[in-house]
């Protein structure tokens, strides 16, 4: 299954190389402290982030060797700023604070629960969504492995109805997604958001 | 490393059959809904639910084949006390709030983090812990996959010190733990939690 695949959070630390885009000297991310941690909150669309593979939800824990548990957000996004252009080393943890559900949309491609602004509110009865445990009070992150923050609910949906009938979906308490996003001008900046098809 | 196979969250569903015991027609759990599921908040020690590797923080989906999504609590416990004695079937899903980090204790046998009441509250610097990403505000649910809920600080600081010296930390946000853990009479519980070493 592909959606699967692309979706999947895989365990342990990987290593992401990336050089800053010619015109800004960028690499494309917001970063947001949580908990003496630094997550990725944001991944702009054509970035050489984006390109990378970085996604929302990922956890920094160094840049370029240096481990930055415990620094601000501030402090990381000067660390980036002052590593070299040509040489931006992260160590990444795959998306720490989500998880996958898969779920089968029942004949009338329906998906089994409702959601506003990206938060799960309601589980239909008698629905593969119920049956497999997903919860309300969660917030939809990715589907089938693509990064939906920031779009509205009906293009959220529309991906939902275009998909496969097997969905998987990738979700995050919302507190912690409330958080995340919390202070890093989203409002304004979620239509820049990368919103691609992984590679796999 | 066997810390980190005891420790292993599996994906997907599984299915546990277990009978009630002779004397209380009980299996041995306590249950409480989260977010429109039902979720174990406590396993009794030496109990079928013990017997059968039911831990705490998994998800119950489905008891006799009936789905629970949306049930109270109260509602879950009683569909169980109706089961039949000799077929107790629930589908599971493992663990799904919680995750493992595998940190490496330093020469001097420390950790590199803090805990109070079992919620992680510093991380030290130039330590695994710190460079693996743990986070704090987040509770100790197992060591190597031993349940440690409810035992003392100094008791899971001595099961830390005899641990080898990777050792594989299972935890939750700490928000999500003080939900599971209220109004479910914990404190009288806890110390017949089962802290069992599970099989693999």
Chains 1, 2 share one sequence.
Do not use: C
């Not at 979706?7 to 990987?14: D, L, T």
């Not at 370029?64 to 160590?91: Q, Y």
């Amino acid at each position: 299954n592909v959606g699967v695949a692309r979706a999947e959070i895989k365990q342990g630390v990987r290593e992401v190389n990336m050089m800053k885009n010619a015109k800004e000297k960028k690499i494309g991310i917001a970063l947001k402290a949580v908990d003496k941690g630094i997550f990725v909150a944001f991944v702009w669309q054509d970035s050489p982030a984006a390109m990378a593979g970085l996604r929302f939800g990922d956890q920094v824990l160094a840049i370029n060797d240096e481990p930055v548990a415990g620094w601000s957000s501030d402090k990381a996004l000067k660390a980036i700023k002052k590593a070299p252009d040509a040489h931006v080393k992260l160590a990444v943890r795959d998306r720490p604070f989500e998880r996958t559900v898969t779920v089968v949309k029942d004949s009338e491609n329906h998906i089994g629960f409702l959601f506003k602004k990206g938060t799960i509110t309601h589980l239909v009865k008698d629905t593969s969504a119920a049956r497999n445990g997903l919860l309300i009070n969660h917030q939809l992150i990715e589907i089938n492995g693509q990064n939906i923050v920031g779009l509205k609910d009906e293009d959220v949906l529309k991906i939902i109805q275009e998909s496969p009938r097997s969905v998987t979906i990738t979700i995050m308490p919302k507190f912690i997604y409330d958080h995340m996003i919390k202070s890093i001008g989203f409002g304004s900046l979620k239509k820049y958001m990368d919103h691609g098809i992984p590679e796999i």
